[in-house]
């Protein structure tokens, strides 16, 4: 029950965040994409040989990572979401690739296609809401055929922070947050999940504290005072790490490229 009410919560989120997503994420990254350049070279850069290959975006959101994959790699793509305000906007944004495109209202825990039906799979900012990671790499794993790449990129927690500083400062401003984690905490979750990792790189970026607002406390009815309250209880070295200042911090974004074993 606990797990339905959350995944509702998402739901509403979304339903609610679509008409604004891809300007809060061009606002932060400052990019047209709305990740880094770099993130994002490296991203199509670990799928470049899957021109016309079966290609699954799980969580694809807005398609912003979709149309730019479409334009240069030219893969088949599925992209499944549970949210149909999303959905709606990835299907406008690839309409001219409608032919190489099917686009999938259902859930990461229990994906609709057959065994090793795809050749990639992609899944970017979207684990922190998972309940339970180990279950939706393993379903993951089950699509995807032998020796086919599987693209992870998430926020993620800085090495050393034991106390998870970000998750709470996450939960303070969002209802709909799980978990984030560490680098060296997906690589063990990918390996239970039978993957193998090819490469792996975090890039820190600045996010100012108005936009964590905006992007999602507003969307609860959290006040700037809540936000305020953690960032101030934040401990020497969880400011060092994350580099906080009274306007803003510093995120942690990893991509990893892994191997279906």
Not at 152 to 160: A, I, K, M, P, R
Request: glycine share 4%; net charge positive.
């Amino acid at each position: 029950m606990k797990e339905t009410k959350h995944k509702k919560t998402i739901q509403e989120y979304y339903s609610k965040r679509a008409a604004d997503y891809d300007r809060q994420k061009i606002r932060t990254w400052k990019s047209k994409q709305g990740f880094g350049d770099q993130l994002f070279s490296r991203l199509i850069d670990s799928l470049t040989e899957l021109k016309d290959k079966a290609v699954l975006e799980v969580c694809v959101g807005s398609g912003r990572t979709s149309l730019p994959l479409l334009k240069t790699v030219k893969p088949s793509l599925v992209g499944l979401d549970f949210s149909k305000e999303m959905l709606r906007n990835a299907k406008a944004k690839t309409r001219e690739f409608k032919e190489k495109t099917e686009l999938v209202l259902g859930e990461a825990e229990n994906l609709p296609f057959t065994d090793e039906a795809f050749d990639a799979l992609i899944c970017t900012s979207a684990m922190h809401y998972f309940s339970h990671p180990i279950r939706n790499l393993t379903e993951f794993s089950r699509t995807l055929r032998k020796r086919s790449i599987f693209v992870y990129g998430d926020l993620t927690l800085h090495e050393s922070d034991n106390q998870r500083f970000l998750d709470k400062l996450e939960k303070t401003v969002s209802l709909a947050h799980g978990s984030y984690y560490k680098p060296s905490e997906i690589a063990k979750m990918l390996g239970n999940a039978g993957f193998r990792i090819s490469d792996t790189v975090t890039f820190p970026y600045r996010k100012p504290l108005k936009s964590l607002m905006e992007d999602k406390a507003r969307y609860f009815g959290v006040k700037p005072e809540a936000l305020h309250k953690i960032i101030k209880n934040a401990s020497e070295r969880e400011r060092e790490w994350y580099s906080i200042s009274d306007n803003e911090l510093t995120l942690f974004y990893t991509l990893i490229k892994a191997l279906k074993e």
